[in-house]
């Protein structure tokens, strides 16, 4: 076989094992009984558990090299934050406080994770190193805090608070300072999503009478409604490259989630999951995700020419 068949050979075989460079969303379903975390990939293909136990487990994030994943799980009594490599193995667990923690949020630079507690006796933003040390307190108010998202730059922190008296989306600096009021509505805004460049943030907003995707500048202006449907949209995550949004829908005709993407202007709008249990809180994964543990096309490729 000559050297150009056998690379369509092992280009072919890749593909079809699912090795080439792609991205994944990972989310959470209880179509086996309990809420467990599962990935796929960003077409919907491929579904797979990565948990599989009994109490449930919530609101994956990915972490910025996508080795890892966080998450939350009720698997001790009560909400904490766990970590686990991105296959499911290497179980960790970061909080140990008889108190919920839960929601995390990476760092850019994978160093941080952000999460909510309520230990102080309402719910407040944390962050903590990626090991679970240092635990602290960056938001500090009466009021419910809650929901974190790190922006792309590190340098700030957005967040839902119902601190004037409905939820609204807010940012502080990533010390809990500079407190931004963005949203200003008599209804409820919360969910918010960084787009990878940094200039717009996606959230979930109940300002038409059900739960809508909206999106916005990261200083609050141009609120804009991406979706329109009589059903609950809510949770969006953007892709890495900014042309897209995966969220949760239970347009679906009964009051179970379905994972949907969309363009970033709102078209285009795709169901991923058809399943008749709960999907809900994706998060979408780096880039090219599936290669950093496998042997790539090129990669392999070249060692083949060089032995042959």
């Not at 797979?48 to 996508?66: E, M």
């Not at 160093?111 to 407040?124: P, Y």
């Amino acid at each position: 076989m000559g050297h150009t068949a056998k690379r369509l050979v092992v280009l072919g075989l890749l593909a079809m094992a699912g090795l080439a460079a792609g991205q994944q969303i990972a989310f959470s379903s209880d179509r086996g009984g309990n809420a467990d975390i599962f990935v796929m990939a960003s077409d919907g293909a491929d579904q797979k558990p990565l948990t599989n136990h009994v109490a449930g487990d919530w609101r994956p994030s990915w972490s910025p090299d996508g080795r890892r994943i966080a998450f939350d799980s009720m698997r001790d009594g009560n909400y904490e934050i766990y970590l686990m490599d991105a296959d499911g193995t290497n179980l960790k667990r970061l909080t140990t406080d008889p108190a919920r923690d839960y929601a995390p949020s990476w760092s850019p630079n994978g160093g941080k994770i952000a999460f909510t507690s309520d230990r102080d006796g309402n719910e407040e933003v944390y962050v903590m190193n990626a090991d679970g040390t240092a635990q602290t307190n960056l938001t500090n108010n009466p009021a419910p805090d809650f929901g974190p998202a790190w922006s792309p730059d590190a340098r700030h922190i957005a967040f839902t608070s119902r601190r004037h008296g409905n939820l609204d989306i807010y940012t502080m600096n990533a010390e809990g300072a500079r407190l931004t009021r963005l949203t200003d509505e008599p209804a409820w805004d919360y969910s918010p999503s960084w787009s990878p460049d940094g200039r717009q943030i996606a959230f979930t907003s109940e300002r038409d009478t059900n739960g809508e995707i909206y999106v916005m500048d990261s200083d609050g202006a141009g609120q804009t409604r991406l979706t329109n449907d009589p059903a609950w949209d809510r949770t969006p995550s953007w892709s890495p490259n900014g042309r897209q949004i995966a969220f949760s829908s239970a347009r679906d005709g009964n009051w179970n989630y379905e994972i949907y993407v969309m363009d970033a202007d709102g078209a285009g709008q795709v169901r991923l999951t058809h399943n008749p249990a709960n999907d809900s809180s994706p998060d979408w994964g780096p880039p090219g995700l599936a290669v950093p543990r496998r042997e790539t096309a090129t990669s392999l490729w070249a060692r083949i020419k060089t032995s042959t």
